[in-house]
Antibody
């Protein structure tokens, strides 16, 4: 079955860095653009970043532009999110998500279980 | 960025009730709207896409309608497992945006 498993979350001080990973299985990973979405504790959902299936395009929310970098390794079916210059307001559960097939953007039909990132002094 | 305004932010209802949640976009998005259900501590689950298409495996008591700027999610007969939070999302253009959520609580 289609599955996404995130890892790499943890506690970090403001200004620090973390690298999240998302291992994909059950679908042809290199045919899908992929997304990161986050949710601060008790808050709503916020799209963070997108990368095309062939790595030719990336897109970021203004709140993370210049600090976060999305990447992927299609040979290992893995999505990444490099997070630098972390701020307290980046504290959230981070989800990777797969879209439906078709021309992007598309709704997100598969989500990982999420990984928690806590930025605290 | 396209803003999505969901209403109400919360509602109280009983098992068997018909419930409607509204999502209004700040500009026209054709039918590029999805609805998700999220249970506490879990990832969101896609219910409706293209404003009115039911995702595979989702019970038929869920339905969506609308186009342009005004959309609705309707649950025809609330079941105990439906008391949770719902989000709309537009996929017309980047940045993707979500509504603020609607929490459906037991009356």
């Amino acid at each position: 079955q289609v599955q996404l498993v995130e890892s790499g979350g943890g506690v970090v001080q403001p200004g620090g860095s973390l690298r999240l990973s998302c291992a994909a299985s059950g679908f042809t990973f290199n045919m899908y653009g992929m997304y990161w979405v986050r949710q601060a504790p008790g808050k709503g959902l916020e799209w963070v970043a997108y990368i095309r299936h062939d790595k030719s395009k990336e897109d970021y929310a203004d709140s993370v532009k210049g600090r976060f970098t999305i990447s992927r390794d299609n040979s290992k079916n893995t999505l990444f999110l490099q997070m630098n210059s972390l701020r307290v307001e980046d504290t959230a559960t981070f989800y990777c998500a797969k879209p439906q097939g078709g021309s992007p953007p598309r709704p997100l039909d598969t989500w990982g279980q999420g990984t928690m990132v806590t930025v605290s002094p | 960025a396209i803003q999505l305004t969901q209403s109400p932010s919360s509602l109280s209802a009983s098992v068997g009730d018909r419930v409607t949640i509204t999502c209004r976009a700040s500009q026209g998005i054709n039918s590029a709207l999805a609805w998700y259900q999220q249970k506490p501590g879990k990832a969101p689950n896609l219910l409706i896409y293209g404003a009115s298409s039911l995702e595979s495996g989702v019970p038929s008591r869920f339905s969506g309608s609308g186009s342009g700027t005004d959309f609705t999610l309707t649950i025809s007969s609330l079941q105990p497992e439906d008391f949770t939070t719902y989000y709309c999302q537009q996929f017309d253009s980047y940045p993707l945006t979500f509504g603020g959520g609607t929490k459906v609580e037991i009356k």
